[in-house]
């Protein structure tokens, strides 16, 4: 049983919490679910980001889809969206509130061009749906739908239900001018976190982190009148992630072990050009823990953990460069981010110095 629906204050709960195509793999024990998060301010809920079993977790969280005002994408690959095509079918179904405003996605823009061949490479790869590679949020939402036009169209002419456009209102996100933005050289160049969706709970603002070669990639932050979460995405070690959560209530933040994910790969070819980039685009527990202490975070959560059934030991480095309160939570554990306000029965930070 979950504690949110009883809790006062704002808090998240932590839908899923594994990183990568591989959430599975945790031997003797209850697989984590792809990454998701639920952002919970009164009766409202944002998502950010909706990884594999995301539908489901929010019913097992107790937290109805037609509460959801918000779906905030950090990036398009495919662990943090694959769920997105449930939510696009199954919430003809769960949103029977004809009242009830359409669910914002807010998300990237297409990158524009296909990324750089690794070094590694000994052939040029072909690329995938050449006409359009690197889709966006708006067109990646509209394909879906064609891909799923049979099942959509049956239920909209003979059972009445309404289309998804009716559901979700869907726009990329755009950049402020004059960044200096970049997706092949400067990815996350500085900047000012920047507006991206308000309503009468909750601020969000966004601000690009580096992920390359995935670009344009976010990190979010929500500030309500008692408290604030900033989430990462994933990314780097990045400055502007730090200017984002500069005094955060919570910062929940990706988490990899590089020697353990190597030992992944069998074939040399991807392995060297895999952990390239996992070096280049992700971050150790030292090293989230630093940006914690850096932002002077009331707290630090480590999610997105890769590879999902690591040791705890592994996350626990974190305690190491960052002085505050430091959760692993499980699927489905709770963490509040009020001003003032006690971690719920039964969650106690994993090192608290």
Same mark, same amino acid.
């Given at each position: 049983?979950? &504690?949110?629906?009883?809790?006062?204050?704002?808090?998240?709960?932590? *839908?899923?919490?594994?990183?990568?195509? +591989?959430?599975?793999? +945790?031997?003797? $024990?209850?697989?984590?679910?792809?990454?998701?998060?639920?952002?919970?301010?009164?009766?409202?809920?944002?998502?950010?980001?909706?990884?594999?079993?995301?539908?489901?977790?929010?019913? +097992?969280?107790?937290?109805?889809?037609?509460?959801?005002?918000? *779906?905030?994408?950090?990036?398009?690959?495919?662990?943090?969206?694959?769920?997105?095509?449930?939510?696009?079918?199954?919430?003809?179904?769960?949103?029977?509130?004809?009242?009830?405003?359409?669910?914002?996605?807010?998300?990237?823009?297409?990158?524009?061009?296909?990324?750089?061949?690794?070094?590694?490479?000994?052939?040029?790869?072909?690329?995938?749906? =050449?006409?359009?590679?690197?889709?966006?949020?708006?067109?990646?939402? $509209?394909?879906?739908?064609? %891909?799923?036009?049979?099942?959509?169209?049956? +239920?909209?002419?003979?059972?009445?239900?309404?289309?998804?456009?009716?559901?979700? &209102?869907?726009?990329?996100?755009?950049?402020?001018?004059?960044?200096?933005?970049?997706?092949?050289?400067?990815?996350?160049?500085?900047? &000012?976190?920047?507006?991206?969706?308000?309503?009468?709970?909750?601020?969000?603002?966004?601000?690009?982190?580096?992920?390359?070669?995935?670009?344009?990639?976010?990190?979010?932050?929500?500030?309500? %009148?008692?408290?604030?979460?900033?989430?990462?995405?994933?990314?780097?070690?990045?400055?502007?992630?730090?200017?984002? /959560?500069?005094?955060?209530?919570?910062?929940?933040? &990706? /988490?990899?072990?590089? $020697?353990?994910?190597?030992?992944?790969?069998?074939?040399?070819?991807? *392995?060297?050009?895999?952990?390239?980039?996992?070096?280049?685009?992700?971050?150790?527990?030292?090293?989230?823990?630093?940006?914690?202490?850096?932002?002077?975070?009331?707290?630090?959560?480590?999610?997105?953990?890769?590879?999902?059934?690591?040791?705890? /030991?592994?996350?626990?480095?974190?305690?190491?460069?960052?002085?505050?309160?430091?959760?692993?939570? $499980?699927?489905?554990?709770?963490?509040?981010?009020?001003?003032?306000?006690?971690? =719920?029965?039964?969650?106690?930070?994993?090192?608290?110095?």
């Amino acid at each position: 049983m979950t &504690e949110h629906a009883t809790r006062p204050g704002p808090h998240v709960v932590a *839908l899923g919490t594994a990183g990568g195509p +591989r959430w599975w793999d +945790r031997p003797g $024990e209850t697989p984590r679910s792809g990454i998701s998060t639920a952002v919970v301010v009164d009766d409202a809920v944002y998502l950010v980001d909706c990884g594999q079993g995301t539908g489901r977790q929010l019913a +097992r969280a107790g937290l109805r889809l037609d509460r959801v005002r918000g *779906l905030f994408l950090t990036h398009l690959h495919s662990d943090h969206v694959v769920d997105l095509a449930a939510l696009l079918l199954f919430g003809q179904f769960e949103r029977k509130d004809r009242d009830a405003g359409p669910i914002a996605v807010r998300g990237p823009g297409s990158r524009g061009t296909l990324p750089p061949v690794s070094r590694h490479a000994t052939a040029m790869p072909r690329a995938v749906a =050449p006409w359009n590679p690197t889709p966006g949020t708006v067109d990646m939402v $509209e394909q879906l739908c064609a %891909a799923y036009a049979t099942d959509l169209n049956d +239920r909209i002419f003979d059972s009445l239900t309404r289309p998804p456009s009716e559901h979700y &209102e869907v726009r990329d996100i755009a950049l402020p001018a004059g960044t200096g933005f970049d997706p092949d050289a400067v990815v996350a160049p500085e900047m &000012e976190p920047f507006p991206v969706f308000e309503d009468d709970h909750v601020v969000v603002t966004a601000t690009l982190v580096a992920h390359p070669p995935t670009a344009p990639a976010f990190a979010f932050r929500f500030d309500t %009148a008692n408290g604030s979460v900033t989430i990462s995405g994933d990314t780097a070690p990045c400055s502007n992630l730090e200017r984002l /959560a500069m005094g955060t209530g919570l910062l929940l933040h &990706e /988490a990899i072990d590089l $020697e353990l994910i190597a030992g992944r790969y069998t074939d040399t070819e991807m *392995l060297r050009a895999t952990m390239d980039h996992h070096r280049r685009a992700h971050t150790t527990p030292r090293q989230a823990g630093r940006v914690a202490e850096r932002a002077g975070a009331g707290a630090l959560a480590l999610h997105h953990l890769v590879p999902a059934n690591a040791p705890r /030991a592994s996350w626990l480095a974190a305690a190491e460069t960052f002085g505050g309160p430091l959760y692993v939570p $499980e699927d489905l554990d709770v963490l509040p981010f009020a001003t003032v306000q006690a971690p =719920p029965a039964g969650l106690v930070p994993e090192v608290r110095r």
